[in-house]
């Protein structure tokens, strides 16, 4: 995983809650066997008309988020769906943070799995960057994971807070099946107290092959 | 020492390694895995040479992509056949046992977990899949985690998790006659918003849960997830031992004595507390129609649609007008009088023997509306389709025009071509109403399947309570 330490880019605002996982990577897309190439279909239906005609209407194809690199939010980003796919479709169209009062759970732990820092602020410093980035054209903060501060340039300075773990796994891009398996004696130890085989204690999971499904009849 | 809760049990009695400040490293006792979402993770050990470290205790099977129509046929899907075809690989490469589309047992993750008996209480199950949540009516810890975590719990066993908080959400009384789990569990989120369990771990108790079946409590905590809570639990009881008995993967006889011994220890001891409580009147919920782009927008089926200028959040104000639109429904329109295109009884919510029973029993000697596009029957699993079928349920719900179908996730997420079409409006069962959820354009209402059944045979919504054919008190 590639660190995260500081990064510093455009900012695009989506500026909807509640965004699922859903709308970011919608289910078609799910039949993909690679983490890759998932930027082409971030918000996918929002962000296209038939024929994968861009729609102008959609806030990531106006000219002046191009090449936006930073994601202001609102709140519940990430809900539903445990879909990773979100994440890296978010990582491969170029965002390398988030901005959002807050986020759901399973999304907020995908981010970190692959370098996004996904920042929580509050609903007014939220409020302020929309404000800010919609004034500004080509309007661009820095997020500094080092020092936990998102600044503007423009005299704006958010200072944020975020799991010292979290943080550390981060700016060093630790590997966090790694780091686990530093800890293998214990994983062990524990097996040797606690653990159960699953026993089948009845023959299970014969095939259908012999027999037509009976849906079969119906179709 | 205190007093724990069901939750605090399980975690502390899984806990491998921890230190302050650090997330915890717990042991997962049962990790079960799709073609949807694994084949990266595999992909993933493969790169960096590592092996799946206890395949015994990984269950795959086929769900999210499968055909639910003739299973003989080929695939025609070349990017199913892809997923197929590389979890076949990946399993019989790390020795994972998979359920397979021709399995007898194959069906919905989250449906044949339980069914066989992999599912138990006291146990740490994770899945790829945020409905993973199913598996907490049994008291066990369930929870649905990203592919990064998949490949993690493949290598390891293990997850590092930092705890939640707890909730209890207290159902008190008895529920009413044509009111199931899934409007106990929409009211839920209707009260708490889909984001309002956000870092809990929802624990249902109280008369109304204790009075409901296995399949209900899995309903229940299924869209757990819906209102932002990674898990939801009921506590072990004789409801659930009954359940369990004879099952496939449960002990026999004296092991299963032993075993039951242990699980009547997990439920939260008295003096417990928790983080927090909700407390909700069963007696006062009615059956539930969602009318908006997430199952919080819900309200009861006598109500009408909410005019978004009725919100006092400024947000809530936007997000019910732009659902609106994207429903293309008017404020102040009943419940009732909306016109449906398809009605779609399936899904890890709502597709299991009870759920088709219920359903059967509201269609019996009547007929799919002529107004109706389709009306889908997709059984959970293969298991449930065969003593559906014993029980002539298939027949029944054939004569009054619906389609009985083979197990799969079918038109809940339509990964297979079991869709809605842009614009369509369909009663679903399932558990997510998000923008184009069963299909680009698709306009979804989350239902019981006793409320999407009469929604059928109607052509629009329709309130159960006033057919002699609803079930749901005690």
Known sequence: MEPFIKHTGVVAPIDRVNVDTDQMVPKQFLKLLTREGFGRVLFYDWRYMPGEKPNPEFVLNFPRYKGASVCLARANFGCGSSREHAPWAILDYGFHAILAPSYADIFYNNCFKNGILPVTLTNAQIDELFARTEKNVGYTVTVDLEKQVVTDGLGLSYAFEIDPFRRDCLLKGLDDIGLTLVHEAKISAFEEKNHRHPVMYEAVDVKFHSETPTAARHN | ?474
């Open chain 2, 1 to 474: 020492m205190a007093g724990r809760t069901l939750y605090d049990k399980i975690w502390q009695a899984h806990v491998v390694r921890e230190e302050p400040g650090q997330p915890s490293l717990i042991y997962i006792d049962r990790h079960l895995i799709h073609e949807g979402t694994s084949p990266q993770a595999f992909a993933g050990l493969k790169t960096a040479g590592r092996k799946v470290r206890r395949p015994e205790l990984t269950f795959a099977v086929m769900d999210h992509s499968v055909s639910t129509k003739n299973r003989l046929l080929p695939v025609v899907d070349a990017d199913a056949r892809g997923q197929f075809e590389a979890l076949e690989r990946n399993c019989a490469e790390s020795g994972v046992h998979l359920f397979d589309m021709h399995s007898k047992n194959q069906g919905i993750v989250h449906i044949i977990g339980p069914e066989l008996g992999i599912t138990q209480p006291g146990q740490t199950i994770v899945c790829g899949d945020s409905h993973t949540s199913t598996h907490g009516a049994f008291g066990a810890l369930a929870f649905g985690i990203g592919t990064s975590e998949i490949e993690h719990v493949l290598a390891t066993q293990c997850l590092t998790q930092f705890g939640s908080k707890t909730m209890k959400v207290d159902f008190q009384g008895k529920r009413p006659r044509g009111v199931t789990a899934k409007d106990m569990i929409l009211a839920v989120i209707g009260k708490i918003g889909i984001a309002g369990g956000t870092g809990y771990v929802f624990e249902y108790t109280g008369e109304a849960v204790r009075g409901l079946s296995m399949e209900g409590r899995m309903t229940m905590c299924n869209m757990s997830i819906e209102g932002g809570a990674r898990a939801g639990m009921v506590a072990p009881d004789e409801t659930t031992f009954k359940y369990l008995e004879g099952r496939a993967f449960v002990p026999r006889g004296k092991e299963f004595e032993e075993r039951v011994a242990f699980w009547k220890t997990l439920p939260t001891d008295a003096d417990a507390k928790y983080d927090d409580t909700l407390t909700i009147l069963a007696s006062e919920l009615a059956p539930m129609v969602t009318w908006g782009t997430n199952p919080g927008m819900v309200t009861q089926v006598s109500e009408r649609v909410p005019d978004p200028a009725s919100f006092k959040d400024a947000v809530d104000r936007e997000a019910a007008t732009r659902a609106l639109t994207y429903m293309d429904l008017k404020p102040g329109t009943l419940i009732e009088d909306i016109p449906l295109d398809r009605v779609f009884i399936g899904s890890c919510t709502n597709s299991r023997l009870e759920d088709l029973r219920l359903a059967a029993k509201v269609v019996a000697g009547k007929h799919v509306s002529k107004s109706l596009k389709q009306a889908l029957v997709v059984p959970g699993s293969r298991a449930v389709k065969v003593e559906a079928e014993a029980e002539g349920l298939d027949k029944i719900f054939v004569a009054a025009g619906f389609e009985w179908r083979d197990a799969g996730c079918s038109m809940c997420i339509g990964m297979n071509d079991d869709v809605l079409l842009s614009g369509e409006r369909s009663a679903s069962t399932s558990n997510r109403n998000f923008e184009g959820r069963q299909g680009k354009g698709s306009r979804t209402h989350l239902v019981s399947p006793m409320m999407a059944a009469a929604a059928a045979i109607e052509g629009h919504f329709v309130d159960i309570r006033k057919w002699s054919a609803a079930e749901g008190a005690e």
